[in-house]
């Protein structure tokens, strides 16, 4: 529970509020709305919804 803070495009955010170039993240690795807990069953929605924006962020990032 909890972990990395990511912004609303999966990208991660250093302790200064600022975004780590280049690096994603969804999932258990990432904090969440539920910060360091979360109610049961919310993960699945959690994972499968930030985990697509991820891809998606890191592919317009790249290309
Ligand atoms: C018993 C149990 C019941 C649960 N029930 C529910 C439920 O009913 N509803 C719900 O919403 N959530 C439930 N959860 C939580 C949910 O399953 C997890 O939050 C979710 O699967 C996490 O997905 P993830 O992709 O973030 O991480 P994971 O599913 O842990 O995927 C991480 C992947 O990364 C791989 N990996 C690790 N290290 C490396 C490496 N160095 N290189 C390459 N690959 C690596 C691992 O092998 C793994 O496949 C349950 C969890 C458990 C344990």
């Known amino acids: 529970m909890g972990g990395l803070k990511i912004d609303t495009k999966a990208r991660v955010i250093n302790k200064d509020g600022d975004v780590i170039k280049g690096l994603y993240a969804a999932g258990e690795v990432a904090g969440g709305i539920h910060a360091g807990n979360r109610l049961g069953g919310n993960s699945l929605a959690d994972i ?16």
């Open 48 to 63: 499968f919804t930030f985990g697509k924006i991820a891809a998606n962020t890191a592919f317009e990032e790249n290309n």
